[in-house]
């Protein structure tokens, strides 16, 4: 008969530190954001929808590449754990830049007058979007788990490497077609102090969740793997 | 012949031989394609004046549609006879079988195309008979044969495989699609290629770096 071993759940495991860390944090930064961050003189309260707009972007790129070099070490390793970091990271990493375009959104509508523009980096944030959509598709549609882990490196791999040229192409596409939309970009300008250590602030709180999300995700793909397996030798037992 | 050239051949005819036989591929990704012209006459009303900026996309949407119907039939028909894994167990490397693949629908959409693109200028009214515009076939054919293949033989492998070709495909394929119909605007508007200049490298990029990429890959989606 298998054995399985016993979820431990020890007080003090790495994801109990992450989850009071990433509680304390997020709290801290939500205070931060509204009652310490200066209201912006020209685009008043709607820009402190930045301070979480840009690190979940970040995040999520930060998401993406984890999900291109786990998918390289599980295809020459074939250790399961690469599997489920990448699966892990890219669930993270979708909803993550899921909530990047909505809040972008949210801020495009006041600052630029349209919800949306054909701009590169929002472009190619919607491709990244599609891809790593396509992503946990063909993981949910392979005919058995091993294969859908190989699809779905191949997918990571060959989507990765194809983001830089979406984002060249994208930006030359626009040179040639200007739009009428021109807004102040935020991010280019130069922000005041206290702003930008908010935002680093931000990100760090934005890496803790991250962090947290990814651990808890792979435990989670642990299980799964695990009820798997037990259901598996019940059948094989024939019970 | 050479020991490496020579299974890519064999792949090469062996699908030739069946194409010649069934004629199912070409015809009816071509049919299609035609279609795709047709709605997008009416559903846009391309007058002569707009001709220059419309004909471009309603061409590489055409074409690609037609493109992912064909490429997906080709793995189609190996994954229904199980002649994918006669494939698999003969000794033959599998970049072979994955150039090879990809040597035939990159054939089969240039055929395709090139049954096209003739029809098409006459009904939209401009000269097919660029050289440019030739080249930017051939070069994103190129492109969308080699991501094709790697993606088509993902899909056909999954439950709702009609659906799974596109959506892989159309995201990654997109910096194609936008240098093939810029490209294309450029040599059908006649400014002399003079803004091609850079869509041209851009695709010849893409094609370069997947036909590196594509091959690596194939060899663990095929396994088993």
Not at chain 1, 50 to 75: E, G, K, N, R, T
Not at chain 1, 174 to 199: F, N
Not at chain 2, 45 to 68: E, K, S
């Amino acid at each position: 008969m298998a054995t399985v071993d016993r979820v431990k759940q020890p007080l003090l495991s790495f994801s109990n530190a992450l989850v009071v860390l990433g509680a304390a944090l997020m709290l801290v930064d939500v205070y931060l954001i509204f009652m310490v961050a200066p209201t912006d003189a020209v685009l008043g309260n709607i820009q402190r929808v930045f301070y979480f707009h840009v690190p979940m972007a970040i995040m999520s790129f930060l998401a993406f590449f984890v999900v291109f070099i786990a998918s390289i070490l599980y295809l020459i390793k074939r250790d399961q754990k690469w599997d489920r970091l990448a699966h892990a990271a890219a669930e993270v990493g979708v909803v993550f830049v899921t909530l990047a375009l909505i809040t972008g959104i949210i801020w495009a509508r006041p600052v630029w007058g349209v919800w949306w523009t054909w701009e590169p980096r929002l472009t190619t944030t919607l491709i990244l979007w599609l891809i790593y959509v396509a992503y946990l598709m063909i993981r949910a549609y392979a005919p058995n788990r091993t294969q859908g882990a190989l699809y779905a490196a191949v997918v990571g791999i060959v989507g990765f490497v194809d983001v830089p040229i979406v984002y060249y192409s994208v930006q030359w596409w626009r040179s040639i077609h200007p739009s009428a939309v021109v807004g102040p970009l935020a991010e280019s300008g130069a922000l005041e102090p206290v702003m930008q250590g908010i935002l680093l602030f931000s990100f760090l709180a934005f890496l803790v969740l991250f962090l947290y999300l990814v651990v808890e995700r792979m435990a989670l793909r642990g299980l799964e793997d695990q009820v798997r397996l037990l259901k598996f030798s019940l059948h094989r037992t024939g019970r | 012949m050479n020991r490496f050239l020579q299974p890519i051949a064999i792949i090469f005819w062996k699908d030739i031989l069946l194409e010649l036989r069934s004629k199912d591929i070409i015809i009816s990704a071509a049919v299609f394609g035609f279609l795709v012209v047709i709605v997008f006459n009416f559903a846009l009303n391309v007058t002569p004046r707009l001709v220059t900026q419309l004909a471009p996309g309603i061409l590489w949407v055409a074409f690609a549609f037609a493109g992912t119907l064909a490429m997906n039939r080709s793995f189609v028909r190996e994954k229904e006879q199980g002649g994918l894994e006669g494939l698999l167990l003969t000794p033959v490397s599998r970049d072979a079988i994955f150039l090879g693949k990809a040597l035939v629908s990159f054939l089969f959409m240039l055929i395709v195309e090139a049954a096209l693109l003739p029809v098409f200028a006459v009904m939209l009214g401009f000269s097919a008979f660029s050289f440019m515009l030739i080249l930017t076939i051939v070069l994103a054919t190129l492109g969308f044969a080699t991501v094709g293949t790697l993606f088509s033989a993902i899909a056909v492998q999954t439950r709702s495989r009609e659906i799974m070709l596109p959506v892989l495909f159309f995201p990654i394929i997109l910096p194609v699609i936008i240098g093939a119909v810029e490209a294309s605007s450029q040599a059908i508007g006649g400014d002399g290629g003079a803004g091609i200049g850079k869509w041209l490298p851009l695709i010849g990029v893409f094609d370069a770096l997947f036909l590196v990429i594509c091959p690596w890959v194939f060899s663990f989606v095929v396994e088993e």
